[in-house]
């Protein structure tokens, strides 16, 4: 059974950063992609970032410049490193997978319409100004 655990979470002051973790078990996928999410109550959910196997990474707007994704394979670990935090960056913040492709345009697809098969708890931000 696939898990997805986040940790990282907390609370920054506007301008600082924070690095969250997705850690994920019981997956034997070789070819994949994985994505950020974000939600606030009354907001749509919103696929900040997202990185496939094969290299191929995809940054919403809202985030580019600011936030970085990365995989360290070795630990089965998944991160979102957000530096320049902002007030409207506060949300619960999950990880996502999609096992058997592995593409840009693949990547696109998930973020755009958020079909990701496997989600996390979340882990909450608060970004104060």
């Known amino acids: 059974q696939v898990q997805l655990a986040e940790s990282g979470g907390g609370s920054v002051q506007a301008g600082g950063s924070l690095r969250l973790s997705c850690v994920n078990s019981?997956?034997?996928?070789?070819?994949?992609?994985m994505g950020w999410s974000r939600q606030t109550p009354g907001k749509e959910r919103e696929v900040v970032a997202g990185l496939c196997s094969d290299g191929a990474t995809n940054f919403a707007d809202s985030v580019r410049g600011r936030f970085n994704i990365s995989r360290d394979n070795a630990k089965n670990t998944l991160y979102l490193q957000m530096n320049n935090l902002k007030p409207e960056d506060t949300a619960m913040y999950y990880c996502a997978v999609a096992p058997g492709r592995s593409d840009r345009r693949f990547l696109e697809e998930l973020m755009r319409f958020q079909r990701f098969s496997f989600w996390g708890q979340g882990t909450h931000v608060t970004v104060s100004s």
């Open positions: 019981g997956y034997p996928y070789s070819t994949y992609c």
